[in-house]
């Protein structure tokens, strides 16, 4: 805004088209600018200040509302604009539509387009910080300036449904790579989109009890597949993903910002189940799975004494021979024995 008040060359900001409005900074930028007009249809206010996190202590939120009052005051001031209502807009996030507006000078004019609003800014005089500029506006060439490339990119990320998508994304991607290790990918995948999530929501006011909840609920099916609980902890995963899941943007506290709609929540809340119950189960019966490779692969197999085996003795397992111990006293040479533990390459049998 400091930009704008001190600038020597007029600004002119237009709230448009018709159902936009100028919401929390939206408010300020509006009241700076050396000429302040809005399009049939919109509306202005609101600019109670307030945290990303949406939750202020009482003390701060004191101090930011002062502060933001008395900004907005200087500003309304400067302009020669409605300073009692800029004050209300922010300590009582109050709303006028553009008639109202232009009836309390809160803007100077309405007008139904842009070429209409540069007809009527025409030899319009505007004191500048440099002094009365005379506005020479009728028939101008209009030059539009596109958001870049990064900005395009910066403006999808900061869509709630996508920084939902990813954190979710990150998060399978981590639970898959965790359950089975060396797949690479996953973990990739998953540390990439997890630190875009984490970057995005760091713009959103995020509500803390929300992501809490849907921690939670990835515990609850992490359990589910471990104990047997009859489906109660995937039908509390399940809810505590949907509650957490739509506490998780606290656009209430923040005019202007949607939250995660039903359709993304429920579409992830299906692939999280399917992705529980048959990937990440899948990895943890496999590390449950009996081994079928090295030492511990020898347990429960069959084999021949080649000797007599007590506290010491030879055997035979598929080809290979072993120094063997007894568990159950003498085993006399040629009968069948099953491995029943190894320690030092030293196995440990009973008769078959």
């Not at 300020?28 to 007009?37: D, G, V, Y």
């Not at 807009?89 to 004019?109: F, G, M, P």
């Not at 709630?160 to 979710?168: G, T």
């Not at 990937?279 to 090295?294: C, D, F, R, Y």
Request: net charge neutral; charged share 15%.
């Amino acid at each position: 805004m400091s930009s704008i008040l001190t600038s020597p060359v007029p600004v002119v900001v237009y709230v448009s088209p018709p159902g936009a409005r100028a919401a929390s900074a939206g408010v300020f930028i509006t009241l700076s600018a050396h000429i302040a007009a809005m399009a049939p249809g919109t509306n202005i206010g609101a600019a109670h200040p307030v945290s990303l996190e949406g939750q202020m202590d009482s003390t701060m939120t004191e101090k930011v509302t002062n502060d933001a009052a008395a900004f907005i005051r200087s500003i309304s001031e400067k302009r020669k604009r409605n300073i009692q209502w800029a004050e209300d807009a922010v300590r009582k996030s109050i709303s006028i539509t553009e008639t109202e507006a232009l009836n309390q000078n809160v803007i100077d004019l309405i007008s139904p387009n842009l070429i209409d609003l540069l007809d009527s800014l025409n030899l319009r005089k505007v004191q500048t910080a440099q002094g009365i500029v005379e506005l020479k506006t009728k028939d101008a060439k209009l030059n539009y300036l596109d958001m870049s490339f990064q900005e395009n990119i910066l403006s999808i990320l900061s869509d709630p449904n996508i920084a939902y998508i990813l954190f979710m994304l990150g998060t399978f991607g981590l639970l898959f790579e965790l359950f089975n290790p060396g797949l690479i990918f996953p973990g990739v995948v998953g540390v990439i989109s997890m630190v875009i999530a984490f970057y995005t929501m760091s713009t959103l006011p995020i509500n803390y009890a929300g992501l809490i909840l849907i921690i939670f609920a990835i515990i609850l099916f992490v359990l589910e597949i471990k104990i047997v609980s009859h489906g109660l902890l995937a039908a509390g995963g399940v809810i505590s993903l949907i509650v957490g899941s739509l506490m998780l943007i606290n656009n209430q506290s923040s005019p202007g910002v949607t939250g995660i709609s039903w359709g993304v929540i429920a579409l992830v809340t299906i692939l999280t189940v399917l992705f529980f119950f048959f990937a990440i189960s899948l990895g943890i019966k496999a590390q449950l799975k009996k081994p079928v490779t090295g030492p511990q692969g020898m347990i429960n197999e069959i084999g021949e004494a080649m000797t007599d085996v007590d506290k010491g003795g030879l055997i035979k397992i598929h080809g290979e021979i072993w120094k063997a111990e007894s568990q159950e006293g003498n085993i006399s040479t040629g009968s069948k024995i099953i491995v029943t533990g190894i320690s030092n390459l030293k196995l440990t049998i009973r008769k078959f």
